[in-house]
Nanobody, 129 residues
Framework: QVQLVESGGGLVQPGGSLRLSCAAS????????IGWFRQAPGKEREGVAC????????YYTDSAKGRFTISGDNAKNTVYLQMNSLEPEDTSTYYC??????????????????????WGEGTLVTVSS
């Protein structure tokens, strides 16, 4: 069974940090491009950071640059998103996605979720004092 499961979300104060995990089962992540996306209430889903596990190439959207780091552990079939200096504007449900057919930039720019092979159910991040 193919599955992506996110974890690590929660409530954090502004300026704090969280590390999200995306565990894959049923397929090897090292053949895929993996992306972290987020969606706030009333807003469209947007790409945050993407990783091609085979060679470690990464791409970050403007919202993530300098604060977030995407990384992977192929042995654990898991991708992580380290988020630092969190702001209230980062409050969203965070999703991971996987597809073998895109570049890291193309996946992170994807706005049509149906065009991406696999999605997780999401994990909620709330940044608030």
């Amino acid at each position: 069974q193919v599955q992506l499961v996110e974890s690590g979300g929660g409530l954090v104060q502004p300026g704090g940090s969280l590390r999200l995990s995306c565990a894959a089962s049923g397929f090897p992540l090292d053949y895929y491009v993996i992306g972290w996306f987020r969606q706030a209430p009333g807003k469209e889903r947007e790409g945050v950071a993407c990783l091609r596990s085979s060679d470690g190439e990464t791409y970050y959207t403007d919202s993530a640059k300098g604060r977030f780091t995407i990384s992977g552990d192929n042995a654990k079939n898991t991708v992580y998103l380290q988020m630092n200096s969190l702001e209230p504007e980062d409050t969203s449900t965070y999703y991971c996605a996987a597809d073998p057919g895109y570049t890291v930039q193309a996946l992170c720019s994807m706005t049509q979720s149906l065009l991406v092979d696999y999605w997780g159910e999401g994990t909620l991040v709330t940044v608030s004092s």
